[in-house]
């Protein structure tokens, strides 16, 4: 196993090579001077050039690269020039707050799909089914930003039930973390519906209610667990796709997270901050992949990781 997971993380730092190397041509051959952003549009040609030496930006691109690949190394990814801190400080200080949004969504989202999921599965045909596979089509459908619009309008504005902005209170984290749930939920729950109705016709299961066991008894100990491995799967495949529902939903809801980081920052052509982000989403991403394997061989002994 520990084998299995060295391999794993040396892939990860391959990934997140590749990563930071594609951040750093694309930021650079992106439209925008970050050096007449900074300086304003009154900025003379002396202070231009001057700024942009300071900045390195004179240099030759392969000569940037290889000065980056060597300070990456040593996660130094240099200061922000618009915020005058060591870029990489500014995204782990925000990196927490986005946690907390993903890590909340990603509960509610597996909970919920898990039990529409099993209801829908453990009568295939029904009317719970038919309802729980309609909703979840919807839900897929529904563009992430229109979704947090609507709970804004209902349960901000019409309701005033919750606020529709900012943080600090658990009132402020219910509806962003909803808002990147539910996209989530419907995923979770066809996935967990499919995954149930083919066990249901594993031999195993008739066996299990040949023995008196009840529907119920059936789904929940017997069913559940060989349910949840594709759930296990897509969870760990979908923390990227929630990183880029992250910087939808922050922007919307004015949540103080690396999403809204990387907005402000791509927006005002901050190159260090930008590619200290991306390497961190990258790390984040890779873990939770590895972390998803290891639970998938958990949750059936007969799977082996390959090289274990």
């Known amino acids: 196993?520990?084998?299995?997971?060295?391999?794993?993380?040396?892939?990860?730092?391959?990934?997140?090579?590749?990563?930071?190397?594609?951040?750093?041509?694309?930021?650079?051959?992106?439209?925008?001077?970050?050096?007449?952003?900074?300086?304003?549009?009154?900025?003379?040609?002396d202070q231009i050039k001057e700024l942009s030496a300071s900045l390195g930006l004179e240099r030759p691109l392969a000569v940037q690269y290889v000065d980056y690949l060597a300070h990456v190394v040593r996660l130094d990814f240099g200061d922000s020039y618009r915020l005058g801190h060591p870029a990489m400080a500014e995204v782990l200080e925000r990196l927490p707050v986005t946690a907390e949004l993903m890590l909340a969504s990603t509960l509610i989202a597996v909970v919920l799909g898990l039990i529409l999921g099993l209801l829908a599965g453990g009568r295939p045909g029904s009317v719970v089914d038919r309802v729980v596979s309609a909703a979840a089509i919807a839900l897929q459908s529904f563009p992430t930003f229109w979704i947090g619009i609507m709970l804004i309008l209902v349960f901000a504005l019409a309701l005033r039930l919750l606020p529709s902005a900012g943080s600090g209170t658990p009132q402020h984290l219910i509806l962003p973390a909803i808002t990147m749930a539910l996209p989530f939920t419907a995923i979770v729950a066809r996935l967990t519906r499919t995954s149930?109705?083919?066990?249901?016709?594993?031999?195993?299961?008739?066996?299990?209610?040949?023995?008196?066991?009840?529907?119920?008894?059936?789904?929940?100990?017997?069913?559940?667990?060989?349910?949840?491995?594709?759930?296990?799967?897509?969870?760990?495949?979908?923390?990227?796709?929630?990183?880029?529902?992250?910087?939808?939903?922050?922007?919307?809801?004015?949540?103080?997270?690396?999403?809204?980081?990387?907005?402000?920052?791509?927006?005002?052509?901050?190159?260090?901050?930008?590619?200290?982000?991306?390497?961190?989403?990258?790390?984040?991403?890779?873990?939770?992949?590895?972390a998803a394997d290891l639970v998938y061989s958990q949750l059936d002994p007969r799977i082996r990781l390959e090289g274990s």
Do not use: C
């Open 1 to 45: 196993m520990i084998r299995v997971v060295v391999k794993r993380l040396l892939i990860g730092v391959l990934v997140m090579w590749g990563a930071a190397s594609l951040i750093f041509l694309i930021v650079r051959v992106a439209p925008g001077d970050p050096v007449s952003i900074l300086l304003g549009p009154d900025a003379t040609q």
């Open 196 to 290: 149930v109705v083919e066990t249901l016709r594993e031999p195993y299961i008739q066996t299990a209610k040949s023995k008196g066991l009840t529907d119920r008894q059936v789904l929940l100990g017997h069913a559940l667990r060989n349910s949840l491995l594709p759930v296990v799967t897509i969870v760990g495949l979908h923390m990227g796709g929630l990183m880029g529902g992250a910087v939808i939903v922050e922007n919307v809801f004015a949540w103080p997270g690396l999403g809204s980081l990387v907005v402000d920052s791509v927006t005002n052509r901050d190159y260090e901050v930008v590619q200290a982000a991306t390497f961190v989403i990258a790390g984040v991403v890779m873990l939770f992949n590895l």
